[in-house]
């Protein structure tokens, strides 16, 4: 079993940044792609952005240019550097990661963009 835990979510003003952080634990391998997406009420969870274990990204083109994914395979860690935070940026993040084919879910941390 791999268990996600995410921190980092709040409150920011449109503008702002937050930083996103989600550390895997229990049986985990470097293998296997981690990421983030997000979803509001009444919407389907979407793809924010994903990074392989060789550090290949993949970006929504809603957050390309402002939001910047990275991983640390030491210390099984996935990170979303958010910039420019809009309104429309507001959701439940949740992390997940890929690992021989199943996707295991953090319990999502709330990023509120409102002034």
């Known amino acids: 079993q791999v268990h996600l835990v995410e921190s980092g979510g709040g409150l920011v003003q449109p503008g702002g940044s937050l930083r996103l952080s989600c550390a895997a634990s229990?049986?985990?391998?470097?293998?296997?792609?981690m990421g983030w997406y997000r979803q509001t009420p009444g919407k389907q969870r979407e793809l924010v952005a994903e990074?392989?274990?060789?550090?290949?990204?993949n970006y929504a083109e809603f957050v390309k240019g402002r939001f910047t994914i990275s991983r640390d395979n030491a210390k099984n860690t996935v990170y979303l550097q958010m910039n420019s935070l809009k309104p429309e940026d507001t959701a439940v993040y949740y992390c997940?990661?890929?690992?021989?084919?199943?996707?295991?879910w953090g319990q999502g941390t709330q990023v509120t963009v409102s002034s």
């Open positions: 229990g049986s985990v391998f470097r293998i296997g792609a």
């Open positions: 990074i392989t274990s060789g550090g290949t990204t």
């Open positions: 997940y990661k890929d690992q021989f084919g199943l996707n295991y």
